[in-house]
């Protein structure tokens, strides 16, 4: 039925899209000194600012999915591209603080289409371990791009280029990705009934979706908790926290790549059970390690993470297929969501930390360090509950016979 579609250049211009993605994560997190000192924010206001990249991303992931099949992922794409290129314009020639909230949420807007297009249209043109291959090479964008969008917004900062320049940046993939999208067919749904709203909201309801679920919000918690934060809890430990940060995303995108034979290898419940005993000793380790140490905790830690997202809308794809594109954009969705809340309860631990160690009578870099390490200890909590859920997942679903791959058409 998907004989005749162009996957090569389908599959290069979801990448971009993620590519464009990852780029206003990460140049919009370099340039954000400059939005504060050149238009008189405070740091209160340019966190309303970041939250809107997060707010915007799960609507329209949302939207998207109930409405991919109906409206098609080619229009979702056209809608992305629109709402990219707005964001982008609107936050190079912005006037103030109510003009960069609007333009973040169109940001966040396009990114929440690319995910809500790309991922159901990926698992329509593959299947099996082809289709969790292709979905991790498509993730490793994210990661990839962050390092290299925080590569060029180090390097034209250095030079003194405006951050206006920087946000021209993000422009190219973005044209690269309309460019790559003109003009072709997109794939149709291989599985039968998968394009009924119907079946897809009592899908919703099965308890592998509703498992799945619970443990996307707890992965993407593990995986953007730590990085999000990883400036301020580690900034006294010794260690580069940028350098960790770009170590960090250069192996996850690594890792992605080659996913294939992982996956193959392990299964999926083999590679989240995996992945979640390895985010546990990564983020313990980043607790009581300082120094050059830290280097080496990153790799462990960027090992345990770099399958969880990509690996949950796999699993969402090949054993409730019937969720269809629906089912991958809620699992996006309450991933992002998730991240967004959870973001204020890591602040509100690093807060009590520090009110707790100066009662103690630390102060200065090593009352910073110990509650960040607290913090740390905090968040390993996550990875742990998953170590028992995925290991319930893991016998749950050996022997099922539903949850083989879709086969090929």
């Not at 159901?120 to 290299?148: C, E, Q, T």
């Not at 050059?292 to 960027?302: C, K, S």
């Not at 740390?376 to 998953?386: G, K």
Request: charged residues 10%; contains cysteine.
């Amino acid at each position: 039925m998907n004989e005749n579609i162009n996957k090569s250049a389908l599959f290069n211009g979801s990448c971009f899209a993620l590519i464009t993605t990852a780029f206003t994560f990460s140049i919009r997190a370099g340039i954000l000194p400059e939005l504060g000192e050149e238009f008189g924010l405070s740091a209160t206001q340019l966190g309303f600012i970041n939250s809107m990249w997060f707010l915007g991303f799960p609507i329209s992931m949302i939207i998207g999915g109930i409405v991919y099949h109906s409206f098609g992922p080619k229009n979702i794409m056209r809608v992305a591209f629109v709402a990219h290129t707005l964001g982008i314009l609107l936050t190079i020639y912005a006037g103030g603080y109510t003009t960069l909230l609007i333009s973040t949420l169109f940001i966040g807007f396009g990114n929440g289409c690319t995910e809500a297009a790309c991922n159901p249209m990926i698992a329509d043109m593959y299947s099996g371990v082809k289709m969790n291959k292709m979905l991790n090479r498509f993730h490793m964008w994210f990661p990839g791009g962050i390092m290299i969008g925080a590569l060029i917004s180090t390097f034209m900062t250095g030079l003194n280029l405006g951050w206006e320049a920087q946000m021209w940046i993000t422009m190219v993939p973005t044209v690269i990705y309309a460019y790559l999208f003109f003009g072709k067919a997109f794939p149709k749904a291989k599985v039968e009934g998968s394009t009924s709203l119907l079946n897809n909201f009592k899908a919703l309801f099965s308890p592998v979706f509703l498992f799945l679920f619970v443990c996307m919000a707890l992965t993407a918690i593990s995986e953007f908790g730590p990085q999000q934060w990883v400036n301020i809890i580690l900034a006294n430990s010794g260690a580069n926290a940028m350098i960790i940060l770009a170590l960090t995303t250069g192996v996850m995108a690594v890792a992605r790549f080659f996913a294939g034979p992982v996956v193959a290898k392990l299964g999926q419940t083999g590679v989240l059970l995996l992945g979640a005993i390895l985010a546990t000793i990564g983020i313990y380790l980043f607790s009581i390690v300082t120094g050059p140490a830290a280097y080496f905790v990153a790799v462990i830690f960027a090992l345990g993470v770099a399958y969880f997202w990509p690996v949950m809308v796999g699993a969402v794809a090949q054993r409730v297929p019937l969720s269809g594109a629906l089912g991958l954009s809620i699992i996006g969705g309450i991933g992002m969501f998730s991240s967004a809340i959870f973001q204020g309860v890591i602040g509100g631990w690093i807060d009590s930390a520090r009110a707790t160690k100066s009662a103690e009578g630390l102060s200065g870099d090593a009352l910073e360090l110990a509650a960040g390490q607290a913090t740390l200890q905090n968040m390993a909590f996550f990875p742990i509950i998953l170590i028992v859920l995925f290991t319930i997942f893991f016998f749950w679903q050996k022997n099922s016979k539903k949850t083989e791959a879709v086969s090929p058409v």
